[in-house]
């Protein structure tokens, strides 16, 4: 038992980095700060959002009252103790017909931009990519994405209310099938294939679906298990009204918002660290000490591992090769004019001289053991590996500083 128990404490597979990435990348961003700006945003740009979204529903639909309702539906869950007041005042607004027009629409726009501006901006950062753009075009793409948002709440409605209706079908045909069950699995994947989406259109850069889809599949889940344990957290509140009086359900709804945005970034997070599962696998290998004996260096073998018998040349002098190799197994012979220089075994890396140098060759490396282990890594990946990783670069740096002083 207390062997089995070390086994799983030790064990250091790709998901354990993953989740100490997704850890360290929040506290490298400075996730308590940084969520309450985005709840912060998020709280005064909703208003606008939901003007438009009402005006633009509006339009579509024959009843207003129609519209309305569902856009209740969807405020009580976005800011629970307050969605009465906003859809009153939304009521108010809309009910004017001064207030539409071309530049009162612009204006609502703009006032929801700020919200969009820290998404795009924040999931740079968690990238670890510079800002781009000047401020108009960084604008420009603000109003686009506030459509974006529009396009997926009106997605998320119509859906929604089709797959309510389609599970009242669905378990009259199919009684063993409860109601209740049936539109919370198809609402929690209606769910995840918007917050998808939402994370394919707002990283800047290219990510593959599967890393989109594991995001959404955490953020979707923290959004189903928070609203579950807020109405006890709403239900046992009520003590609140003593301190905060008037205020208790701006503070509430500013505790949900804070709630529900860290599911978001926190989904965001698991995302960034899939990407970059590549370059955090191969860094380990500058940390972890006896790194053959962990279960990742399987994992490591099989996206960058080659395995060459003896006698086999790595590369020889001159050769404009700026690669890195790292033994995992066996002994790697450098020799230079063909003059025996030093013996390389497990554990150790050779190439870095021409890597950092980015210069031909000044050795030849042979392979001197019957067969061995190697893993290599790209100039590109070297490079992002020592810019991500201050302590790897110190450690590589020292290494190669040690090993000049000993030639």
């Known amino acids: 038992m207390i062997s089995a128990l070390k086994k799983i404490l030790n064990y250091k597979g790709v998901g354990y980095f993953i989740a100490k990435e997704v850890l360290s990348g929040c506290h490298r961003h400075n996730f308590l700060a940084f969520n309450a700006s985005i709840s912060f945003f998020t709280l005064f740009a909703l208003i606008p959002l939901i003007l438009l979204i009402f005006f633009f529903l509006s339009q579509w639909l024959t009843s207003s009252s129609f519209a309305l309702s569902h856009l209740a539906n969807l405020t009580s869950h976005l800011l629970p103790e307050m969605n009465e007041r906003i859809m ?10 001064a207030s539409w027009g071309a530049l009162w629409i612009m204006v609502l726009f703009l006032a929801a931009t700020p919200l969009t501006a820290s998404l795009r901006n924040g999931f740079a950062n968690i990238l670890s990519l510079p800002s781009k753009n ?41 009684p063993i099938v409860k109601k209740i069950y049936f539109s919370s699995v198809t609402s929690l994947i209606l769910l995840m ?12 850069i290219k990510i593959k679906k599967i890393y989109l889809s594991m995001g959404a599949l955490l953020t ?6 928070l609203s579950y344990f807020f109405d006890f957290f709403i239900n046992a509140s009520s003590f609140y009204g003593t301190f905060f009086g008037g205020m208790r359900g701006l503070f509430i709804s500013l505790i949900w918002l804070y709630l529900n945005t860290a599911s978001l970034l926190i989904g965001a997070e698991l995302i960034a660290a899939l990407h970059k599962k590549e370059i955090l696998l191969l860094k380990q290998l500058f940390i972890i000490k006896h790194i053959h004996r962990y279960p990742v260096i ?12 003896k006698n086999k040349v790595m590369f020889k002098e001159g050769d404009h090769d700026q690669r890195l190799f790292f033994i995992i197994e066996g002994e790697i012979n450098i020799t230079k004019k063909g003059e025996f220089i030093e013996s ?10 021409s890597l950092l140098n980015n210069i031909p060759r000044v050795a030849t490396a042979e392979v001197a053991s019957d067969w061995t282990r190697i893993i290599i890594i790209s100039e590109a990946q070297m490079k992002n590996i020592l810019a991500e990783d201050h302590q790897v670069a110190i450690y590589f740096l020292s290494n190669m500083a040690r090993k000049l002083q000993l030639n």
């Open 88 to 97: 009153n005042e939304v009521y108010k607004v809309s009910s004017s017909k």
């Open 298 to 309: 399987n994992d490591l073998m099989k996206l960058f591992g080659h395995r060459y018998k």
């Open 220 to 225: 979707s889940l923290s959004w189903y298990s």
């Open 344 to 353: 390389i075994n497990a554990g150790n890396y050779f190439g870095e001289l």
């Open 193 to 204: 294939l918007v917050v998808m989406i939402f994370f394919n259109l707002y990283f800047p």
């Open 134 to 174: 000047t401020f108009f075009k960084n604008k420009i793409k603000d109003i686009f994405a506030v459509i974006t948002i529009m396009v997926l709440f009106f997605t998320y409605i119509f859906v929604d209310i089709f797959l309510l209706q389609a599970s009242t079908i669905f378990a009259e045909y199919i």
